[in-house]
C-alpha cells in the first residue's frame, strides 16, 4: 500500500504543465462573453448554464481551503458557524487538475530535504476533487468548479436525521444551487457559495403537523454552505509554546527530525499575530492591530453592547504592553463581511427551538497554528432567554406602570459578556471553568445571572453579569500576547508570567476533567458553592411564594405563565451540579513538574458530607412544592399555543402537572448523587482513605431521607413518594448497568437487598400512601431480581433545556 500511495504522489510531482491531447487549448474562447471576477483566483459565470468556471493561475502552489456552514440550521441542532481549514494545491495529473491536500499532520522541521521526504512518503494525502480541464494556456487551467461546489462539503447530511426529527438524508443535486450574491472575489480570497438541499427523513404525520424545527418540510431541508480559497500568511509568524496551565487552545503535529530526547510531537498555543511598532518598549501601539467588525444587521441596541462587550479585551491588551491593539467597531458600509482581512461579529436570527450555542470559530493556518481570521456566531434569541428570566424574577406587569428598564439591563449585560466571551475563543483562549469561584474573574467561563435580595426584600438585579474583562483573561492575554526584547529567552519570560498567575491563585480547568472538579462549573456563582446553592434557594423559595399573573404580559394567555414559571422553579439547577461534585470529587491542577501546584487532592470528608445534606434538602417537600395557588392559576395549553421543549412534560393529559415538574428536579438531584462514575469514585477513595466516605454510606444517608422518612398526606406525601420512587429507580440502574462496574453493582446490589428487607418489615406500616408506596417497591424488586439483566428502568421526566442561559452558549 506504501508503495502505491508513493507512486502515486510521485507521478503527481514530475507531472508537467502541458496541453492534454485532443484538448482546446484557447482559454480566452471558453470564457469569451463571461463575466469576469478577478481577486485572488480569477473565475467567471456562465450565465447561461449556471456554472462557474475557476482559472487557476497557481499550479502546485498551497493555499488554504475553508468550509463553513452560515446559514439554515439557525434553529439550532447541526449547528452553523464552525469553519474547517485545510492546506490544499492544484497539481496537474495525467488528463487531471486534482484538488491535493498535503498532510501537515506529520513533519520533518528539518534543512535535510530527504528526511522530509521520507516523511512525506510514509503518510497519506488526500485528494478531494478532481477536475478535467477545460482549457490550458500559459501556466493557466481552466476547469468547471461548479460540481465541486454544489456538494454536501461539511458532511452535514449523516447528522441530520436527529437534528430534524428522525430519518437518514442524502445530498440531492436537483434542488442544490450557485448562490452568486455571496460569490466574490478579493485580493487574498475567493469566496463561493451554494444553497444545498437534502431529502429523506421522517415525513410529518397527520392532517395538521407542522414538521421539523429546521425546516418546514422535514424530508427537504435546504442550508446554505459556503468555500473559500485562501492566500496563506506569511512565514514571519512565530509560534509560541504551548502550555496546559495557560488558557490557550493546542495546535500540533508529529514532527519525526526530533531528537530522541524531545517529544515526538510538537505542541504550540493558537493565537493571532500581533507585533509591536518599537520592538523592547514597555508599551507601544501594534503594527497592525486587531480589529474586529460588527454585523451592520444587527439591532441597534444589541450592536453597541457587541462593541463594548468586545472592546473590554483592549484592557487585557494594555496589560501585555500594547496601546490601543485591540478594537471593535461596527462594519463600514460597503465593505464585505466575507474579506478574509475582516474578523467578525455576526448576528443570526434563531427562533431558540431548540436552543443552540453562540460560536467563537477560528480561520487557522493549518502550517503554524496561527489565527488569520476570527468569525464569531451569536443568535438572536440569547437576549430572549435572559428576558424571560428577569420576566419571572421580577414580574413586572402591574397594569398601568412601564415594564422596569431593569430587564433591558439584563440582556444587554449579557451581550457584552457573550461578546467578550466568543471573541476570547478566537483569540485562542479556552474556557476556564473555575473563574467563578474566583469573583467572577474571566469571561471564558460560563456565567449564572447573580440575582440578590435588597434590603426591602426586593430582587436586585444590578449585578447579573460582571463588567469589564477578569483578571484571569489578563493574565492569559499577557502570557499569550506579551513581545520580549530581542535579547530575552522567551521560555524563561513566560515561565515569569505564569509564576506569578500561579500566584495570584488562578487555575486553568477547561472542559475536560471539568465534570469532577470541586471548584470548576458551568452556569455558577459564588467562592463556595454549598453557600450559593442556600442563597439561591432562598431567592428562589421568595420568588415561588409571590409568583403570579404579574410574570406575564397583558392579555398573555394565562397558561403562559408556565413558560415563565420554568427558570425560577429550576433556579438552582446548575448550583446543585456545583454542590454534587464536592462529593466523590477530585482536586486537581494541570500540573507541570516542579511548578509547585498540587497535582491531585481528596477533598475533606466533612466538606462532602455538608454537600449530601445540601443536596438532600432539594429533594424535601418543601423545597420541590408549587404553591396551590399558581398551580390554580395554569390552564391546559389554549390553541395556538403548543406545548414545546421549553415547558414541563405532562403525565395527566392536558393539565398542568405539577408532579412532571417535581420529577424534573429531584431525578436530576438523586441521579448526580448515584452517578455511576461517582459511585466508583467514591469507593476507589474511601479504600485509599479511610475518613472518606464510600459509596455505601452515601446510599446508606439516601435512603435514609427519602425511604425512611415518614409519608404525610396531601401533596407533600406523594412528592415523597415519587422521591422515594426516583431513590430506588436510579440504585437499581446502579446494580443493573451493563458499564458500571462490577464492584460498584455489588455495593447497590447490597443496599437494594437491605432495603427490601426494610420494606417487607415496614409494609404494614404506615398510612394508605406510605402502604401503596412500598408495595410498588417491592413489585419492582421482584420484577428485578427474576431477571435484572431485562429489567428495564422507567425513563424519569425530561428537564426543560437550560443551557445557554442566555438563550445556549
Do not use: C
Not at 174 to 190: D, E, I, W
Not at 255 to 262: H, L
Amino acid at each position: 500500500m506504501k508503495a502505491v500511495v508513493r507512486y502515486l504522489f510521485f507521478l503527481i510531482a514530475i507531472a508537467v504543465v502541458k496541453p492534454v491531447q485532443g484538448q482546446d487549448n484557447d482559454l480566452q474562447a471558453k470564457v469569451k462573453g463571461l463575466k469576469r471576477y478577478d481577486g485572488f483566483f480569477p473565475f467567471y459565470y456562465d450565465a447561461k448554464n449556471d456554472k462557474i468556471l475557476l482559472e487557476v493561475n497557481r499550479l502546485d502552489q498551497e493555499f488554504l481551503y475553508f468550509t463553513s456552514l452560515p446559514a439554515g440550521v439557525g434553529s439550532g441542532g447541526a449547528e452553523l458557524g464552525k469553519a474547517k481549514a485545510d492546506v490544499v494545491k492544484f497539481v496537474l495529473a495525467g488528463g487531471k487538475l486534482l484538488l491535493v491536500v498535503p498532510n501537515y499532520r506529520y513533519r520533518a522541521i528539518t534543512e535535510n530535504a530527504d528526511q522530509k521526504k521520507s516523511v512525506e512518503n510514509a503518510f497519506a494525502k488526500s485528494v478531494i476533487w478532481g477536475f478535467k480541464p477545460l482549457a490550458i494556456q500559459d501556466e493557466k487551467v481552466l476547469i468547471d468548479l461548479t460540481p465541486f461546489l454544489i456538494q454536501d462539503s461539511q458532511q452535514l447530511g449523516q447528522g441530520l436525521g436527529k437534528s430534524a426529527g428522525g430519518g437518514s438524508y442524502k445530498f440531492d443535486e436537483s434542488r442544490s444551487a450557485l448562490v452568486l450574491a455571496n460569490t466574490k472575489n478579493f485580493p487574498q480570497n475567493t469566496e463561493f457559495e451554494s444553497v444545498i438541499t437534502f431529502t429523506g427523513g421522517i415525513a410529518p404525520s397527520g392532517l395538521f403537523s407542522s414538521g421539523s424545527n429546521i425546516a418546514p418540510d422535514p424530508t427537504a431541508i435546504t442550508v446554505t454552505m459556503h468555500q473559500s480559497f485562501s492566500a496563506l500568511p506569511d512565514m514571519e509568524y512565530k509560534p509560541r509554546k504551548f502550555d496546559p496551565r495557560s488558557g490557550f487552545n493546542l495546535y500540533s503535529y508529529y514532527d519525526f527530525s526530533a531528537d530522541m530526547d524531545q517529544p515526538l510531537i510538537s505542541r504550540f498555543s493558537r493565537r493571532q499575530r500581533l507585533i509591536k511598532k518599537h520592538p523592547g518598549a514597555a508599551a507601544s501601539e501594534a503594527i497592525r492591530p486587531i480589529i474586529y467588525y460588527v454585523d451592520r444587521g444587527a439591532p441597534a441596541a444589541i450592536k453597541k453592547a457587541l462593541i463594548e462587550g468586545g472592546n473590554w479585551w483592549n484592557e487585557a491588551f494594555t496589560a501585555a504592553g500594547f496601546i490601543n491593539a485591540f478594537q471593535v467597531k461596527e462594519l463600514p458600509e460597503g465593505a464585505d463581511p466575507m474579506d478574509i482581512r475582516y474578523n467578525m461579529i455576526n448576528w443570526v436570527n434563531r427562533n431558540g427551538d431548540p436552543r443552540g450555542y453562540s460560536y467563537g470559530s477560528s480561520y487557522i493556518d493549518p502550517r503554524t497554528g496561527e489565527i488569520i481570521k476570527g468569525v464569531v456566531t451569536l443568535g438572536s434569541d440569547r437576549h430572549r432567554q435572559d428576558y424571560l428570566i428577569a420576566e419571572g424574577l421580577l414580574q413586572p406587569y402591574t397594569d398601568g406602570k412601564p415594564v422596569p428598564k431593569a430587564l433591558e439591563e439584563l440582556t444587554l449585560a449579557r451581550i457584552r459578556q457573550l461578546s467578550a466571551h466568543e471573541i476570547g475563543h478566537t483569540l485562542g483562549l479556552y474556557h476556564n471553568f473555575t473563574a467563578s469561584t474566583k469573583e467572577r474573574a474571566s469571561v471564558m467561563d460560563y456565567p449564572a445571572p447573580y440575582f440578590s435580595l435588597d434590603k426591602n426584600g426586593k430582587i436586585d438585579l444590578s449585578q447579573a453579569y460582571a463588567k469589564g474583562i477578569g483578571e484571569w483573561d489578563k493574565r492569559a492575554i499577557i502570557w499569550g500576547y506579551s513581545e520580549f526584547k530581542p535579547e530575552a529567552n522567551e521560555d524563561q519570560e513566560l515561565d515569569r508570567i505564569m509564576k506569578k498567575t500561579l500566584a495570584e491563585g488562578f487555575i486553568q480547568i477547561p472542559d475536560v476533567g471539568g465534570d469532577v472538579h470541586p471548584l470548576s462549573h458551568q452556569w455558577d456563582n459564588g467562592t463556595d458553592p454549598l453557600v450559593e446553592l442556600k442563597r439561591i434557594m432562598q431567592i428562589r423559595e421568595k420568588v415561588l411564594s409571590d409568583f403570579s399573573e404579574k410574570a406575564i404580559a397583558k392579555d398573555a394567555p394565562m397558561a403562559t405563565l408556565e413558560e415563565v414559571l420554568v427558570p425560577v422553579y429550576l433556579l438552582h439547577r446548575y448550583q446543585i451540579e456545583a454542590v454534587s461534585k464536592l462529593i466523590g470529587g477530585l482536586y486537581f491542577t494541570h500540573a507541570l513538574k516542579n511548578d509547585g501546584q498540587i497535582p491531585t487532592g481528596l477533598i475533606p470528608a466533612d466538606q462532602q458530607w455538608a454537600a449530601l445534606e445540601g443536596l438532600l434538602t432539594t429533594i424535601q417537600p418543601a423545597n420541590l412544592r408549587i404553591p396551590e395557588k399558581l398551580i390554580e392559576k395554569i390552564p391546559p395549553r389554549p390553541s395556538g399555543y403548543p406545548s414545546s421543549r421549553e415547558i414541563f412534560g405532562r403525565k395527566t393529559g392536558p393539565t398542568f402537572d405539577p408532579l412532571v415538574a417535581a420529577e424534573t428536579l429531584a431525578s436530576t438531584t438523586i441521579a448526580y448523587i448515584l452517578d455511576p462514575k461517582r459511585a466508583a469514585r467514591l469507593t476507589e477513595y474511601a479504600a485509599r482513605e479511610e475518613k472518606q466516605p464510600g459509596f455505601l454510606a452515601v446510599a446508606d444517608r439516601l435512603i435514609e431521607k427519602t425511604w425512611k422518612v415518614p409519608v404525610q398526606s396531601g401533596m407533600d406525601g406523594q412528592l415523597q413518594v415519587l422521591v422515594n420512587n426516583l431513590t430506588l429507580k436510579y440504585l437499581l440502574a446502579l446494580a443493573a448497568g451493563q458499564e458500571v462496574p462490577s464492584h460498584v453493582q455489588g455495593q447497590a446490589l447490597l443496599k437494594i437487598d437491605e432495603l427490601q428487607q426494610w420494606l417487607e418489615a415496614n409494609l404494614q406500616q404506615g398510612n394508605e400512601q406510605q402502604k401503596a408506596n412500598r408495595r410498588y417497591a417491592l413489585s419492582q424488586l421482584k420484577s428485578f431480581a427474576q431477571n435484572p439483566n431485562k429489567f428495564e428502568i422507567p425513563p424519569s421526566a425530561e428537564m426543560p433545556p437550560g443551557a445557554p442561559i442566555g438563550m445556549d452558549g
